[in-house]
């Protein structure tokens, strides 16, 4: 499996350089209007949300201190690159991570960039400050952050509790854009205002989003489109939707089907169509906080019946099996996990086994278990939906399927209001601290409420570790708990399908965590 991904990334890897060196640097021209589609967000505010939803419209709109490469398809640390900040260091223990600053950069508004809304972003990650934001889904990320401390409009410095490697990652991510002090978190969510190469000049909810170009960009020459749309969908309908607005010209660049690949690329040869390996992974998610799925066994019971056998049949093979971790630097292959609950090879034995605990647990062919099976209304997650809660009725589990539209499925997620739930989970860092914060004691990202102090204090331990192969073993040891106690059974990890018009330059997607950082959107340009 791991050949056959490295291969398949090394074409990928091929064909971008080819498109980025298909045109000489004096070739790029500016103007033009890119024309994108993403599903409706629940706001506009990057920081209270989760979803590329909000990414693809808005981080065009912010900026980061640090930015992983905009033209990298694997996003690493080795490649983040200045954003707002022009340097950057650490102190001998590392602990504190010092960065200066660019000078004279203005907020959309005309309001002077300063370290002071440095301070005041990640003041209100922490817990520090009220800045009247409604969640803060990436609290987790800055557990570890003690302080920020300025010096002076251009210095700014972060003061951690322990040493942990995954920070500045979690900087670079489009996720991590700085705010301004002067604006609150209801204008952020209806009319948000950066400092990055775009301002939003319309954003009509269910509809559309408009940016205009900012005139005032720090960085010479950029960007080079004057503007970019967003159609935003409804989720029942957006692949349908994408498909057709390609074929018509209405959409510059589509994520689809991988299945529908090759039909689209056939139609439009001069266009460029590929299937990607994404960060992307469809699981289950319990709510821990109530009967039933605070009992480990009516959990393990669920991870024996999922058959992932079959989900990998209905993808012709494309869906990959495999445990937390999408592929990448830290995944295992499937052979490794066979011993954990619904990774097994025999079915008949992990369905047998399944029916025995729940008919422990006082349920069985003449008293089912009934449960609230919930899902957002997509494409991407009803068809896995109805399969999971098919292989549920043969272990006596009654569980019809609630479709929820994006805002109130979101909201469901946020308040537990269910029992059970298939998810999309995506990692916009690749790397365990990101995927762990699902499992941390009170962390925003942990979906089922499941609270295991040692596990916690495991999590916390890895994170901290700076030799590679002790933290590698940590990160198994904590993987293994998370699979043995099916906390989130992963179903699958999924491929992506993506189409961008021919007439599209510069706009690379990375494989982790590409629809989370990628859409900066400043380097784009357009030669119809």
Same mark, same amino acid.
């Given at each position: ?287 821990? =906080?109530?009967? $039933?799925?605070? !009992?480990? #066994? /009516?959990?393990? &019971?669920?991870? @024996? ?36 609950? =619904?990774?097994? $090879?025999?079915? !008949?034995? #992990? /369905?047998?086994? &399944?029916?025995? @605990? ?171």
């Amino acid at each position: 499996m791991l050949s056959h991904l490295r291969r398949r990334r090394v074409l990928r890897v091929a064909a971008t350089l080819a498109t980025l060196l298909a045109a000489p640097a004096s070739a790029q021209q500016s103007g033009g209007t890119l024309q994108l589609q993403a599903l409706d967000p629940a706001s506009a505010s990057v920081h209270e949300n989760n979803s590329v939803s909000t990414q693809r419209p808005f981080m065009p709109v912010f900026n980061n201190l640090v930015l992983f490469d905009q033209t990298a398809i694997v996003h690493t640390p080795e490649n983040i690159k200045p954003d707002l900040a022009t340097e950057w260091s650490w102190n001998e223990d590392k602990t504190v991570l010092t960065f200066k600053l660019t000078e004279g950069v203005k907020w959309h508004d005309g309001e002077p960039f300063t370290s002071a809304d440095v301070k005041c972003t990640w003041d209100t990650l922490r817990g520090a400050r009220d800045a009247g934001w409604r969640s803060n889904p990436r609290r987790s990320w800055y557990d570890n952050l003690k302080d920020v401390t300025v010096n002076g409009d251009s210095e700014v410095s972060f003061v951690l509790g322990r040493p942990q490697a995954a920070f500045l990652s979690f900087l670079a991510s489009g996720m991590s854009p700085v705010y301004p002090c002067h604006v609150n978190g209801q204008q952020q969510r209806t009319a948000p205002i950066g400092t990055g190469p775009f301002k939003v000049a319309e954003y009509n909810p269910g509809r559309y989003v408009l940016l205009q170009k900012n005139p005032d960009y720090f960085k010479l020459d950029r960007p080079y489109l004057d503007e970019v749309t967003i159609r935003l969908m409804a989720g029942g309908s957006a692949e349908v939707d994408s498909e057709l607005g390609f074929d018509t010209g209405t959409f510059d660049y589509i994520d689809i089907d991988y299945a529908k690949v090759g039909g689209i690329q056939a139609r439009h040869p001069n266009d460029r169509c590929s299937v990607r390996v994404t960060s992307t992974s469809l699981v289950v998610v319990f709510n821990t =906080g109530r009967p $039933p799925f605070d !009992d480990p #066994n /009516i959990r393990r &019971a669920v991870a @024996l019946a999922l058959d992932r056998n079959a989900y990998k049949s209905i993808s012709n093979g494309k869906f990959l099996i495999g445990g937390l971790f999408s592929p990448g630097a830290w995944s295992r292959p499937e052979e490794e996990l066979s011993a954990f609950p =619904g990774y097994g $090879p025999d079915h !008949d034995a #992990n /369905i047998a086994e &399944a029916r025995k @605990l729940i008919e422990a647990a006082g349920y069985g062919p003449n008293k089912p278990l009934k449960i609230d099976l919930a899902t957002r209304n997509s494409n991407n997650y009803v068809d896995t939906a109805a399969l999971v809660s098919d292989q549920l009725s043969e272990i006596y589990l009654e569980a019809p399927l609630r479709l929820l539209e994006t805002k109130l499925w979101y909201s469901a997620r946020t308040q537990k209001e269910f029992d059970m739930g298939v998810d999309i989970a995506g990692a916009a860092v690749d790397d365990p601290d990101d995927y762990f914060q699902r499992f941390i004691c009170n962390s925003p990202m942990n979906l089922s409420g499941y609270c295991d102090e040692a596990l916690t204090a495991q999590i916390r331990a890895q994170s901290e570790q700076s030799d590679p192969e002790a933290r590698r073993k940590m990160v198994v040891e904590i993987e293994n708990t998370v699979l043995e106690q099916a906390l989130q059974p992963i179903l699958y990890h999924k491929p992506s399908g993506e189409c961008t018009s021919g007439a599209v330059h510069n706009l690379v997607i990375s494989e982790n965590g590409g629809h989370f950082n990628s859409w900066r959107l400043e380097d784009v340009w357009l030669d119809r």
